[in-house]
């Protein structure tokens, strides 16, 4: 959905210093958007389009948009703000907002009745937590609107807030003498910082970073049933992080591994190739664990794509150069290597399906390179609400949405998509069996409800 992080240095040796560490754990947060980004440090703000620019580039905008002071915040994400109020209030979310349509009713709405719902829950939130001095009161409202996590700068303060089904990953983390600060999605940063102590903030806590009392913890909310985010450990945390105490790595794996136990009956392969390239440890561990039961089945690569991310549609120059040259040349930035391929049952891991172009054109490129038979294992579960895969997508056609309430497994669902795309077959993943690869109970995690409803039959 979005990278958000915040910075206090109680201690600035130079005054481009909180620059340094904001554009740090930002670019060590770029995998979570790469469409637009935004600084805001001390009165001034900085803001564009595409990917976050070279250090030296930074310091010039710093210059020019006056970034001076001891703290700042910074918003990755894979679109422009979906909220106007975005330019005129600082904060920054990773997540999305719930039962928004009555808010110009709060007794607290004031003036702020007719402005956008991110700004409205601003204004009431604000008010309890710094006017009336209420922060239970203030996250607990919070807690009512928000899936995910927010972080907003007041004068010199920065307030954050981890909603309490720790929907979306938050950590924070300080420095042996207690003078460096940084709140961020995920602990993914702790390969950069590595004199940093990095700590979840738990589910439910409002936090303030200030110059007179660095790190307080200023409200815990009970804890509510935890329902975080199942496509964190499919695509969205990077690969080094560690989300409830195990690595994102190991649980992709073990997302594969427990694919191909399910599926092993069903699948005849000889090999099975990752595309695109973030799933390539769900391939190795579904590869891995499908030898069991195949011996004439081979671990190799045999589609190299490039290795840029295409994911941002806004501006990756990648896909547009790959759809490009595709339409003039009939080539794309994927390569097959053919003796590998040819003649062969190959099965492709996706990480998800959303509009179906990706898969349809690796299919494409296999077959062209004489694959015999292709298979298709998808990472996640059916895609019907884009919220779940980064509110980016949500305007987009996704493809299994128009199936919602015309077929009651996913099997049938699975021979509906097959066509769709071109396939010899097609296997999603269930909302079961994803949740034992991740190692948590299924009830744990948020699916849309006709998702979650939607399985394998029984064997």
Known sequence: MAGIVAIYDLAPQIDKSIIYYLSQSMRMLQHRGKAYW?????????????SLPPDA?????????????????????????????MNTIDV??????????????????????????????????TKLLLENQ????????????????????VNDDIYAYRNSTGFKPLVAATNKNKTLYIIASENSLRTSFIDMEFNDVRPGQLIKLSKDNGLEILTKLPSTKLMMDPFEFIRESHVAAVVNGKSIYTIRKNIGKEQAKFLARELDINSAYAEPDYTRPMTLGFSIEYQKYSKTFEISEGIIKDRYDDS?????????????????????????????VQN????????TIQTGSTV????????NAGARHVDVVVSYVP?????????????????????????????????????????????????????????????????????????????
């Open 38 to 50: 935004k600084m805001i440090v001390g009165k001034g703000i900085a803001q564009r389009e595409g």
């Open 57 to 85: 580039d930074i310091l010039k905008v710093a210059k020019e948009e006056k970034l001076h002071g001891n703290n700042g915040i910074g918003y990755l994400s894979k679109r422009s703000p979906q909220f106007h109020s």
């Open 92 to 125: 920054v979310l990773d997540g999305f907002f719930v039962d928004t349509e009555k808010l110009h009713l709060h007794p607290y709405i004031g003036t702020a009745k007719d402005s956008d719902s991110l700004f409205k829950i601003y204004h009431i939130f």
């Open 134 to 153: 209420d922060p239970e009161l203030g996250a607990e409202f919070l807690d009512r609107h928000l899936r995910g996590n927010l972080i907003m700068k």
């Open 312 to 340: 941002d549609h806004m501006i990756d120059f990648s896909e547009q150069v790959s759809k490009n040259k595709l339409l003039t040349t009939g080539r794309s930035l994927k390569f097959v290597i053919q003796n590998l």
């Open 344 to 351: 062969r049952k190959i099965a492709t891991i996706q990480g």
């Open 360 to 367: 349809r054109e690796t299919i494409y490129y296999l077959r």
């Open 383 to 459: 895609t019907a609400d884009g919220r779940q895969i980064g509110l980016y997508t949500q305007n987009r056609d996704l493809i299994a949405n128009k199936y919602v309430g015309e077929v009651s497994s996913i099997e049938e669902l699975n021979e509906k998509i097959t066509r769709e795309i071109g396939a010899d077959s097609l296997y999603y993943n269930s909302p079961e069996i994803l949740a034992r690869g991740i190692g948590i109970s299924e009830n744990n995690l948020w699916f849309p409800e006709w998702v979650r409803f939607l399985d394998y039959r029984k064997r």
